[in-house]
């Protein structure tokens, strides 16, 4: 099943790229295609324009001072943006906290200590379910990411479990995330093993210190040699990424909404540091990049558009 936030903010951007761009033939058939694609993309539409025309009447009163063409466009804005805040906080994603032994808030770090005396660290908007038995040690994750230090069991392989990719290893420190792209796996020392037994043909990827891995949910591997995720001291480490993989990131440091206004600009790659503990300031370093901007409409809504 598609994650519902995920929906909820897909519907969210539609609704802002059509309100840029009405006269967009063709980005009006990607939409129609998008809407149509699933009952749960119909529905996570009409709950966000309804409440982004409910919004924009109740800020209409806060901008009268505008013109009327500049009105429009802010209020229009700022509603949707404020719909996708309150699509998200207001309505939790409870099944997953109902299924997750752990779970992390938004810009919350937390370790956790498993029964076999291996480290989980989970990152920000993250959550795993634990199963040990006789005859493995498993970790599911669930939503975000997580950073592990097993144990050594020969006996026992530990396994980490992300959508249809498993990561089996004996003992050893590796990083997983759930991407949109993908699972990503990157090794910080060790070896690890990547299966994915679904794909067509079969995963089966062997990674060291250094390596990492995305399996797409088509079954495509890309891999590469990279520093080790630093997420845990507080620094997002982008290589050549789409600025769109980094402001997902972002987003799980951020108590508010950080919003994408084109694909064109999503899509865009990125090479730099950034500050996990100033987001903000980290998505205004993004933009400089690419000649982009950030508008602020509140202390909780980031919209990055332009470049």
């Known amino acids: ?22 006269d967009d033939a063709a980005l009006r058939l990607r939409f129609e295609a998008w809407r149509a694609a699933t009952p749960g993309h119909a529905a996570a539409w009409v709950e966000t324009e309804m409440l982004g025309g409910l919004l924009a009447k109740a800020m209409a009163s806060r901008v009268k001072g505008l013109k009327p063409r500049r009105r429009t466009h802010v209020v ?11 699509a998200v906080l207001v309505l939790p994603n409870v ?16 370790t956790i200590t498993l029964p076999d005396g ?23 994750l669930l939503a975000g990411r997580a950073f592990f230090e097993v144990a050594h069991d020969a006996e026992y392989p530990f396994v980490v479990a992300a959508r249809q990719v498993e990561t089996t290893v004996t003992g050893t420190a590796f990083d997983v995330r759930l991407a949109d792209a993908g699972v990503e796996v990157a090794v910080q020392r060790g070896q690890v093993r990547v299966e994915d037994a679904a794909a067509s043909p079969p995963v089966r990827e062997n990674l060291g210190a250094g390596d990492w891995l995305q399996v797409e949910g088509t079954g ?19 290589i050549d990424r789409p600025v769109g993989d980094v402001v997902a990131e972002l987003r799980a440091y951020f108590p508010g909404r950080i919003l994408v206004t ?10 730099g540091v950034y500050d996990l503990h100033d987001p903000a300031a ?10 982009a901007k950030v508008q602020a409409l509140s202390d909780w809504i980031l919209i990055l558009s332009g470049g």
Do not use: N, Y
């Open 1 to 22: 099943m598609t994650d519902p936030e995920t929906v909820s903010r897909a519907a969210t951007e539609w609704l802002i790229a059509l309100q840029e761009q009405p």
């Open 118 to 140: 291996s480290t989980v660290v989970l990152a920000p908007e993250s959550a795993i379910a634990v199963a040990f038995d006789g005859h493995r040690r498993l970790v599911r």
């Open 282 to 291: 980290a998505l205004r370093a993004l933009a400089t990049a690419h000649g």
């Open 220 to 238: 495509s591997v890309h891999r590469l040699q990279q520093p080790a995720p630093q997420w845990q001291q507080g620094q997002l480490v982008a």
């Open 76 to 86: 229009g804005l700022a509603a949707l943006a404020l719909a996708a805040c309150v």
């Open 262 to 271: 084109s694909d064109a600009l999503a899509e865009k790659r990125v090479t």
């Open 95 to 110: 099944m997953l906290r109902w299924s997750a032994d752990a779970v992390t808030a938004t810009a919350e770090l937390r």
